[in-house]
């Protein structure tokens, strides 16, 4: 729904009795009233869009979930690699994946970013065990553990009672594209309804999602990291209401095409939509799905991929063991397998597994790549055309 003929064909009278029409709607979402007011109106347009990437999801989660529990271990460890690189990218913090690889190995790193990358790494990694958002101080603890260590400077600290006591202009580099909630007392206020509509289990997870991202961008509470932090509430959300690898792609779809998603928020906050937030809606519904269905088509490919090569009779039990993860190992993650990986998942002898891979010499090239002390082994696939 684009009010944006309306705003401008309408006289201003008509235009506003339009936008109260569909704010008194019982099935409208409102909130913010006490600043500009905005609101989500469901139309039958958006509605099945939600059902469409709902079930596209499913048939994502099942692919993933025919994978054994070690190449979904490495799929994990490559979305969340992926999943890191984006969100800082969205933020013009540039690092590598080797970067995220050092760090996820706990390998020190040159990377002048690296305390960011750690930080975000953590609280991916630990999801289950972390934050319940569910009051104010827990938006508040989530910041100190996440964003605060890695802020350059302590005027970039928040020097509220929790939040920032001061307004804030988030520019483009060029112009102010948004001002966050002028002061904390606005910034409360927000937030006590943020926390409200993302722990209401009556909206659907995906709305609920959009919609509380939406609302935490839009507050902007603190100084700096407002879009790592409020990316990472999405994901923790999509976590904890389907699958922790749903959560790995929130990222990943907004960096695909960042500026759709900058756009998609700008355009939920122009007064020619009147507090409408339909369109900022529909742009990321279209951002995930995108995301999504390259998901399935990888995963379908992968599956496949691994299901042709794995049986080999040329050797033993063992061997052949080491030979599927060392190949899941190759084809899924970004970065292969160690040889102490090998050794955990495998339960073989170091000595079995250099026998092994002197003895796969024969047939295939292995390729070892150092990160820091380690050396890490995955066949060099063209070999298996």
Known sequence: MNLKKDFHNLSQLEFNNKIASLKNEKSTINFFSFDRGYFYYPTVNIVEKIYELDKKIDIFISFFNSFDDFSKNQIIQSYLICELKSTNEIENIYSTR?????????????????????SLLNAYRSYSNYFQINSLKSIREAYDKIILPTLDSKDDYPDGHLFRKNSVDITNGISIVHKGFSNEEKIILGLEEFIKIYNNKEINYLLRGLISHFMFETIHPFYDGNGRLGRYLFSLLLMKEKEYILGLTVSNAFASNKEK?????????????????NEYIEECISLLSKKI?????????QKEYLDMYVQNNKYTKKEQLIFKILLSASKLS????????????????????????????????????????????????????
């Open 98 to 118: 080797h970067d995220i690889v050092y760090l996820m190995n706990k390998i020190e790193s040159e990377n002048k970013n690296s305390k960011k990358i750690k």
């Open 261 to 277: 998603y900058y756009k998609a928020l700008e355009v939920g906050r122009s007064y020619d939509q009147g507090g409408c937030i």
């Open 293 to 301: 269905e390259e998901s399935i088509k990888e995963l379908s490919s």
């Open 334 to 385: 970004i970065y292969g397998i160690s040889m102490e990986e090998l050794i955990i998942y495998s339960k073989s002898s170091r000595r079995t597994i250099i026998y092994a891979l002197n003895k796969f010499k024969n047939h295939y090239c292995i390729k070892k790549q150092p990160f820091g002390k380690k050396v890490f082994y995955s066949f060099d696939l063209d070999t298996f055309k």
